[in-house]
């Protein structure tokens, strides 16, 4: 639990230093879906992201919930960096490269026992325009503890909150 609050914080204070910097900054925030090879579970998550304004990086982060299965509650945070392999109007396309957190609990009745797992992801991503925000694909990989190495797909759309 120590380790997804500290990730958790993590990732707000750099959204937060992000959002103080000069007016050369890209902001984007979002949510979308997910899946899981292994867990075989719909994550759902939210995400905000900081393009950094001289290098063709981005570092953010993103934290899913999905819904509890057989009294198993599970959190997935991950803060990533992502390099621009191409970023245009219409089209970016970038690799993934991040720490993964996965906070699980299990709760029946009186029992209830909690595990946190740390692991690292590697993956690709690509963004389309939609007009009003741009539409993501990412395809990526948790090199981890056996029990959360796995291939994760996920989809959603993010906004600019600035220019």
């Known amino acids: 639990m120590r380790t997804l609050k500290f990730a958790f914080i993590l990732t707000i204070g750099l959204f937060i230093f992000a959002t103080s910097q000069a007016e050369a900054q ?7 879906v997910g899946y899981g090879s292994k867990s075989e579970n719909v994550n759902f998550q939210v995400n905000a992201y900081y393009r950094l304004p001289t290098l063709p990086l981005r570092i953010g982060g993103d934290v899913g919930f999905a ?5 198993v509650t599970e959190v997935e945070s991950n803060i990533n960096v992502h390099f621009m392999a191409v970023d245009t ?6 690799t993934i490269t991040g720490l993964n957190v996965l906070y699980s609990r299990f709760s029946a009745g009186d029992i209830s026992e909690s595990d946190t797992d740390t692991g690292f992801n590697l ?3 690509a963004e ?3 007009g009003f925000g741009r539409g993501f694909g990412e395809a990526k990989y948790i090199v981890g503890s056996e029990r959360d190495e796995q291939w994760i ?4 759309v993010r906004v600019s909150l600035s220019n």
């Open 26 to 32: 890209r902001i984007t925030a979002g949510g979308g």
């Open 67 to 71: 819904k509890p299965q057989d009294n």
């Open 89 to 94: 109007e219409l089209l970016s396309l970038y």
């Open 123 to 125: 993956g690709a991503g």
């Open 128 to 130: 389309i325009d939609l």
């Open 153 to 156: 797909l996920g989809a959603g």
